[in-house]
């Protein structure tokens, strides 16, 4: 289309070989706007990118990953982090719903969760990030000290419902656990009861330091908590059938278990970087420093 009277273009005089290249001003505002529309779209992306929303386990959300996510960002990590731990199961919610980019869990994803990631086209890539020893703990002056696997299936249970049965002290046993969003609530179900339900009158906590204030205020309170809380003040771990948690132990102890870091498909990106620095041997050494037992360890 021909220029308007009113609008005189901007021409550049080229070699006699060339052609003469007429730009208008409307064409000029065009080029510029859809210049400043494509830079603010990518610092937006870049503004999504840098925050890491991460969800999942209490047992690796209030201390381990914490500790990791400071440590990346001391690093170099350009990123900031939005970490909610709420229980295992909020991971896989999460992460199938496409609010994380990184699930946090005390156990392995199970099959319908695995199913319902893959109904909202979420594949799941695994990391084994930790191993962890439940730690079963009674108040310091409990004079208890050892448990048998009987004893604590049937204290858990309800069976048992007096510390005279088990050599303590006569009082009624104030069971704690974890709540039911709880990957620890389904492992100790699973590595301590044989697939039995806690007794009626057990009590739900929301998280291990939950768990371990109960049981250091109660002198007659039992619970359990990962092994990183089991130096809580109040509270002292019994062994199970002799066997106390160790890192040397960590293998044969009887309620050991692996924790892990799932992503949705293979990550990329501030994503990835952060995954590969929780498997370094950087990340080794703050696993260890936060009371969990490193890969280099339990491998």
Not at 87 to 115: I, Y
Not at 237 to 244: K, L, T, Y
């Amino acid at each position: 289309m021909p220029p308007s009277a009113n609008i005189r273009p901007v021409t550049r005089e080229l070699p006699a070989d060339k052609l003469i290249v007429l730009i208008y001003p409307t064409t000029l505002m065009k080029i510029a706007f859809l210049t400043l529309v494509t830079t603010l779209t990518a610092a937006l992306s870049l503004q999504a990118q840098t925050t890491l929303r991460i969800r999942g386990s209490d047992t690796l959300g209030a201390k381990l990953v914490p500790q990791l996510a400071e440590s990346f960002k001391k690093q170099g990590g350009k990123v900031s982090f939005d970490i909610a731990a709420e229980g295992s199961s909020t991971a896989f919610t999460n992460l199938a719903s496409g609010t994380a980019e990184v699930g946090m869990s005390s156990r392995k994803v199970k099959a319908d969760e695995r199913t319902l990631c893959r109904s909202k086209g979420v594949t799941l890539t695994e990391y084994e990030v930790a191993w962890d020893m439940i730690s079963v703990v009674v108040n310091k002056n409990n004079p208890v000290s050892d448990l048998s696997k009987k004893q604590l299936l049937q204290i858990f249970a309800g069976d048992i419902k007096d510390w005279s049965e088990v050599g303590g002290t006569p009082g009624p046993i104030s069971v704690y656990t974890r709540n039911t969003s709880s990957g620890t609530y389904k492992d100790f179900i699973g590595l301590a009861m044989k697939g039995r339900e806690y007794g009626k009158n057990s009590q739900k906590m929301a998280g291990n330091e939950q768990i371990a204030a109960e049981v250091g205020s109660n002198p007659n309170g039992i619970g359990y908590v990962g092994y990183a809380y089991s130096g809580a003040k109040g509270i002292k771990v019994v062994s199970i059938a002799g066997a106390f948690p160790s890192p040397a132990a960590v293998k044969s102890y009887p309620l050991s278990r692996p924790t892990f870091l799932y992503t949705s498909g293979e990550p990329t990106g501030t994503t990835k970087a952060f995954i590969d620095f929780c498997l370094s041997p950087a990340g080794d050494a703050i696993v260890n420093k936060a009371g969990f037992v490193p890969l280099s360890i339990a491998k």
